[in-house]
């Protein structure tokens, strides 16, 4: 006899959670201007655009120490969202277009990656990002307001 369990991620369940912030930065992808905002811990990570009306001028740059198998869903997003997977060389391995949001049983987006980035839907198309194909990224910082 066989039994299986099924085994939930904790974050199905609603739980409260503390803001999260994020450092940002202005950005070319691609020659188009973007507010990146960067996810660098296990928090900002988990966090990403949950909860946010994502703008077409707005991206998500998850930067993990090493490269690895990376899993995303899109639990309690606003928006649909396209997902590029990267190498460290930025080279899109995996692009998932028009990831819906989800509340239960959400859809995985799974790849191996160094880098996530994740724009508005229709967003990695506009840039032309496909399989194989080098993102050119640059970021600066704002110039300060003139007094």
């Given at each position: 006899m066989v039994v299986s369990f099924l085994l939930?991620?904790?974050?199905?369940?609603?739980?409260?959670?503390?803001?999260?912030?994020?450092d940002s930065d202005h950005a070319t992808i691609n020659n188009r201007?973007?507010?990146?905002?960067?996810?660098?811990?296990?928090?900002?990570?988990?966090?990403?655009?949950?909860?946010?009306?994502?703008?077409?001028?707005?991206?998500?740059?998850?930067?993990?120490p090493r490269a690895g198998w990376r899993m995303f869903w899109m639990k309690d997003t606003t928006v649909p969202l396209d997902l590029v997977?990267?190498?460290?060389?930025?080279?899109?391995?995996?692009?998932?277009?028009?990831a819906q949001p989800c509340r239960f049983l959400c859809k995985s987006y799974i790849a191996r990656a160094h880098y996530v980035l994740e724009f508005r839907a229709g967003v990695a198309r506009e840039l032309g990002l496909v399989e194989g194909s080098k993102i050119t990224l640059s970021t600066f910082q704002k110039p300060a307001p003139s007094p």
């Open positions: 939930l991620p904790a974050t199905i369940f609603d739980t409260p959670t503390r803001p999260v912030d994020f201007s973007f507010t990146l905002y960067r996810a660098r811990t296990p928090e900002q990570w988990q966090q990403g655009f949950k909860g946010r009306d994502v703008g077409r001028g707005e991206a998500m740059l998850f930067e993990f997977f990267l190498d460290g060389g930025f080279h899109v391995v995996k692009v998932f277009e028009d």
